[in-house]
């Protein structure tokens, strides 16, 4: 007699199962995550089978040789350097970002790319007809391009049509939550279905040798949705951040097994499709003012790239009970901690003013070097006198006050020198290489003393 499938209520936040129904996951304590699921085999592909004796695997040391895994250039420079050089064959990848941010965009031009290389690249699309695909591609100028297309969603099918041709170079899977495994009573984008297509999927990828790449659907904070083992499963975790006020958008390696990690790429959204930015610290500064109080040029490096920015400061007078406190880009409780250190350290206090904190060009920054850069823009607004153009300023700020040294601190200061800066404000601590750059260095050990410089409040 068959057995019974077996049900058990996954929750769609964590992951976690439970044998019944509760109003609250006990694993992450969220309310009304948990579904009825029932497990009725393994998916296809999967390699689970029944069998109960294993086989003896072959055991290596430490120290044997082996050779640097191959890479598969994209002709994308700037992907390139976010996945460390190109792609590996038989990784497997995966890109989230919020919808319409140009994800589609970016692996669309990808795949013509790798095609017109001689490289066999297979589309498959979950979200949109095959004739939508093509009218994408004919705008953006790629329709010759020999990419081989299909809209498809089943899983059993899309791993019998990789089956049973000749192997692929590149698989581009867009988007891993529209599949579904008809061995899983569950419905598509579940935790179930996400975990078993990602499974069957890079299991495919490791056995064939083909790149995967995998497009993954975020939710409202930003985080790829889907249980978090998904990020765990695959090689490359790549964010695709981007403002809609904004042409810029930033591809940043937030996992990479073969490359460094916080590495961005700057593609500008134009008509023809995203362009590459090989300088964006120009781009980012193109528009500046320098003639306006509460700017402050922050040198900042994202992964092994240096990147200089602008950091707007508007510091007014508030009419309400608790001054407002605004932030786009940054970290709200940075600027908590930077004002209270201003205020407990320097005899600055903006108890009664509201504060406006803004990153040029929509670029969110997380590094705390940046917490000199944001002081100096808030004492300049404040005091209302403007900093000089050709100044840079980069620095952590420790609670006590004293500035604390960066890292990459020579990398920082030839990118300055290159786009023309003449000085550099930066913390009285940390090595520089001799004669790495010609620019005057202004050494600080404690905030009070850029304070004092800026000048009083008028």
């Given at each position: 007699m068959a057995k019974a499938p077996r049900t058990t209520y996954v929750c769609q936040s964590c992951g976690g199962v439970t044998p019944r129904w509760v109003g609250r996951c006990p694993s992450c304590n969220e309310w009304n995550t948990l579904v009825e699921e029932t497990d009725a085999g393994p998916p296809p592909g999967s390699g689970v089978t029944r069998q109960t004796r294993g086989r003896v695997v072959n055991l290596e040391t430490l120290d044997a040789r082996g050779e640097a895994p191959p890479r598969m250039p994209t002709g994308i420079a700037e992907l390139d350097r976010v996945?460390?050089?190109?792609?590996?064959?038989?990784?497997?990848?995966?890109?989230?970002?919020?919808?319409?941010?140009?994800?589609?965009?970016?692996?669309?031009?990808?795949?013509?790319?790798?095609?017109?290389?001689?490289?066999?690249?297979?589309?498959?699309?979950?979200?949109?007809?095959?004739?939508?695909?093509?009218?994408?591609?004919?705008?953006?100028?790629?329709?010759?391009?020999?990419?081989?297309l299909a809209s498809e969603t089943n899983l059993s099918n899309i791993l019998a049509t990789l089956g049973d041709d000749k192997r692929a170079d590149l698989v581009v899977i867009d988007s891993i939550q529209t599949l579904w495994a008809d061995m899983l009573d569950a419905a598509p984008g579940t935790v179930s279905q996400v975990r078993a297509?990602?499974?069957?999927?890079?299991?495919?990828?490791?056995?064939?040798?083909?790149?995967?790449?995998?497009?993954?659907?975020v939710t409202k904070d930003g985080q790829i949705a889907g249980p978090k083992v998904i990020?765990?499963?695959v090689d490359t975790v790549l964010s695709f951040e981007g403002d809609r006020g904004h042409p810029f958008r930033i591809l940043r390696a937030v996992k990479n097994r073969f490359g460094a990690t916080d590495e961005i790429g700057v593609f500008?959204?134009?008509?023809?499709?995203?362009?590459?930015?090989?300088?964006?610290?120009?781009?980012?500064?193109?528009?500046?003012?320098?003639?306006?109080?509460?700017?402050?040029?922050?040198?900042?490096?994202?992964?092994?790239?240096?990147?200089l920015v602008e950091i707007q400061a508007l510091v007014a007078p508030s009419a309400l009970g608790t001054p407002r406190r605004a932030v786009v880009g940054w970290d709200?409780?940075?600027?908590?901690?930077?004002?209270?250190?201003?205020?407990?350290?320097?005899?600055?206090?903006?108890?009664?003013?509201?504060?406006?904190?803004?990153?040029?060009?929509?670029?969110?920054?997380?590094?705390?070097?940046?917490?000199?850069?944001?002081?100096?823009?808030?004492?300049?607004?404040?005091?209302?006198?403007?900093?000089?153009?050709?100044?840079?300023?980069?620095?952590?700020?420790?609670?006590?006050?004293?500035?604390?040294?960066?890292?990459?601190?020579?990398?920082?200061?030839?990118?300055?020198?290159?786009?023309?800066?003449?000085?550099?404000?930066?913390?009285?601590?940390?090595?520089?290489e001799a004669g790495g750059a010609k620019i005057t260095l202004q050494r600080l050990s404690h905030l009070k003393e850029l304070a004092e410089q800026i000048g009083p409040c008028q």
């Open positions: 996945a460390g050089g190109g792609i590996v064959p038989g990784s497997a990848l995966l890109i989230g970002g919020e919808p319409g941010i140009g994800k589609s965009t970016l692996l669309l031009q990808l795949c013509a790319s790798l095609a017109k290389a001689g490289h066999r690249t297979l589309y498959f699309s979950g979200e949109e007809a095959a004739a939508q695909v093509r009218l994408r591609a004919e705008r953006l100028g790629l329709s010759k391009s020999p990419v081989l297509a990602t499974g069957s999927l890079i299991r495919y990828a490791k056995q064939s040798g083909a790149a995967l790449l995998l497009v993954g659907h990020e765990h499963m500008e959204m134009a008509q023809q499709g995203l362009r590459e930015v090989s300088n964006p610290s120009e781009l980012f500064l193109g528009d500046r003012d320098a003639n306006a109080p509460g700017a402050a040029v922050f040198a900042g490096v994202e992964g092994t790239r240096p990147l709200a409780n940075r600027l908590s901690m930077v004002l209270a250190v201003l205020d407990a350290r320097c005899g600055v206090s903006l108890a009664q003013h509201d504060v406006y904190l803004n990153i040029a060009g929509g670029l969110k920054i997380t590094e705390p070097a940046a917490d000199l850069a944001a002081a100096a823009a808030l004492l300049s607004s404040l005091s209302g006198s403007v900093l000089p153009a050709d100044h840079v300023y980069f620095g952590e700020i420790s609670l006590s006050g004293a500035v604390r040294a960066a890292g990459h601190m020579t990398t920082r200061l030839k990118e300055a020198q290159k786009l023309g800066f003449k000085r550099a404000v930066l913390p009285a601590a940390g090595e520089i």
